[in-house]
């Protein structure tokens, strides 16, 4: 009854359903199940919405079809809330969306094993659920990089006693990552690097860019609540402490990395913020279809990336990779729009009503998919 906006309604709504007095929770039950969706998806797609606002949504029993992909690719949702959907939704296409936020998977595994455990499931969500599983928990690591971070946590207390000194930057990437390189790309290295000069320039006049690529605080992320969950702590200790390294690292040691890098590496530094860095990935002779089917469904990875895998002509053979450049906003329109008429119609028709993607694209995807219902 009281004049609202929709806001300042789910706000309401939200401090009520806390209430003490069951009548009070089932009217407030009875609100949200006719809240209307049209005046629900702007405060969703809002970028401003609050974090609490959105785990209240999320835990709506019954949410808009059309209203998960914005709920959940939202920055502020929280993981505790993507969790609970994976765990109650019956649509496989939401798991599949659950499943591309990498990010909050590594966040938070309970999200990875609501996925896993709920039966409807699909293959695609599974797979990159289990990858990610496997990629950030499940790897152990040989006594190489054990002992190597011994010899470093040695070297350490020995610059502790000794007087202040410049911290030394540059990290040899052979010595302390021998198990992270693929031994025969060593030698061929400097053809694959004089590669890359060609394209960006000499390594040596690349300007530095940010200390830590990876966009987070190393300690901080470790000392997070999240991280108390993690089934093998020493693994991802070690994981997180390969981070911490190449967050050291110069830019031309990590594009040096990037190329030389296995699967491991390269899944790190695709994040990197430093353009070429990130498009040094995508020349590592040993990436993957898999892996670039991954990478172009990625909305924090750079554009550069991105057009890398639009103009090679390998990759774009697979369908799965186009429709994942399609579906990112990132990717230059030029070359979504060159990809489009290879997109199937229930596909075209759901660009055509997704507003994550540039306006061009969703117009064109809705022209093109009424012109072949018209044929």
Known sequence: MLPLGPEEMLEALRL?????????????GDTVATFDAGRLRP???????????????????????????????????????????????????????????????????????????NPRRTPEAERRAREVREEFFEKQYGAQIIEAEQRAQSDEAVVVEAPPAEPEKVVRIEDLFAEFIESDLIDTGDELLAEFEEQYGLLDEIPEGPEEP???????????????????????????????RIARMSVKDRIRFAIKGTREVRMILIRDPNRPVCAAVVMNPRITDQEIETIAALKSVNEEVLRLIAINRAWTRSYAVIHNLVRNPKTPVAHTLNFLNRIQSKDLRALGQNKNIPEVVRTMSNRMYMKRQAG
């Open 16 to 28: 009520l359903s806390a209430d003490d007095d069951p009548e009070i929770a089932t009217a407030v």
């Open 43 to 117: 405060i969703v797609e809002d970028s401003g919405t609050s974090a609490a606002i959105l785990g209240f949504v999320a835990s709506w029993k019954t949410i808009p079809r059309d209203i998960y992909q914005p709920l959940i690719l939202h920055k502020n949702t929280p993981d505790e809330a993507l969790a609970a959907i994976a765990t109650a939704t019956e649509q496989g296409e939401v798991l599949e969306l659950l499943s591309v936020k990498q990010q909050s998977l590594i966040n938070h595994p309970a999200i990875i094993d609501a996925i896993l455990a």
């Open 214 to 244: 990876m966009g987070f605080d190393i300690d901080q992320f470790l000392a997070g609540e999240e991280f108390a969950d993690v089934v093998d702590r020493e693994a991802f200790e070690e994981r997180v402490n390969v981070l911490a």
